[in-house]
């Protein structure tokens, strides 16, 4: 998992077996992959958001106008959904978290935070390990919905399930919309995304390595029946900074009915973050 970037080092450093990933992008990268909502070219932070499994920006649409002008929202768009539904999607953790890597490196120009929930929380977390490869750090990681990664993960596994199997565990989860389960044509785009992310988490194998040290806050939901109180305050062992844990009320998909709250927590803690550097720069 944790392989270097390329861009980090000196061609003459690199040799053909380096555990590198490596592509040529178009311009236009950037915008396919983490679009902003709602751009804010003189943002001071970017706050980069990595959604749950089948899901793309859709999810955090309504949090730009939550969100002060000092902070632009960018999500991450991966292949195999939305506008990108032809593409191929990632079958594994390991070369997506190196792409996810390559690709960010012009957003992080200013200073960023990542945001994930479920499976969005492993990505957030990994993307931030391999980016100390390059000395970047966000500013603060906030993971949802998600037991910290060191942890055996007590949640069955269903991305094999036949199909009438798996949805009757995605509805368990309360995260299928009404409007997917009562079209077939809708259920037969989306259950392939969604298995395949599942796919990706269930296969995802944790690789112990020195803890970060951005502030971590992670977040749980109170009736959520894939998370514990006990394994959300474990992603405390995964910084050596700040922790705080908190717990709001809602099932899994608690980001969506407890969403004034989560980003008021998230808006406090970036707003102490942009305070603090604003105090270091006239001292």
Wanted: with cysteine; charged share 20%.
């Amino acid at each position: 998992m944790h392989g270097r970037l390329k861009s980090c080092y000196p061609m003459s450093t690199l040799d053909a077996n380096d555990p590198v990933h490596t592509f040529s992008r178009p311009a236009d990268d950037i915008s396919l992959w983490f679009p902003a909502l709602k751009p804010r070219q003189e943002a001071s932070l970017r706050l980069i958001c990595f959604p749950y499994a089948g899901a793309g920006t859709g999810v955090f649409r309504a949090w730009p106008s939550a969100l002060n002008d000092t902070i632009e929202l960018r999500v991450a768009q991966l292949p195999g959904r939305g506008a990108r539904l032809r593409e191929d999607r990632f079958e594994r953790m390991p070369p997506l978290i190196e792409t996810l890597a390559e690709i960010l490196r012009p957003l992080l120009d200013r200073p960023f935070a990542f945001f994930g929930h479920s499976l969005g929380a492993i990505v957030a977390f990994e993307t931030a390990r391999i980016l100390r490869g390059c000395s970047l750090a966000p500013e603060h990681l906030f993971v949802s919905g998600k037991i910290a990664p060191h942890l055996p993960d007590p949640a069955p596994r269903i991305h094999e399930l036949p199909d009438s199997a798996f949805l009757r565990e995605l509805q368990k989860l309360n995260g299928m919309p009404q409007a997917v389960l009562d079209s077939n044509e809708l259920l037969e785009i989306m259950l392939p995304v969604v298995r395949s992310d599942f796919n990706l988490l269930e296969s995802y194998k944790y690789e112990a390595d020195a803890p970060l040290g951005c502030p971590i806050t992670a977040f749980g939901g109170l009736q959520d029946p894939r998370t514990t109180e006990n394994g959300l305050q474990s992603w405390r062992t995964e910084t050596t900074g700040s922790f705080d844990l908190v717990m709001l009320q809602g099932d899994h998909f608690f980001l969506d009915t407890a969403r004034p709250l989560l980003l008021q927590s998230i808006t406090r803690s970036l707003h102490g973050t942009n305070s603090g550097r604003a105090s270091s720069k006239q001292s």
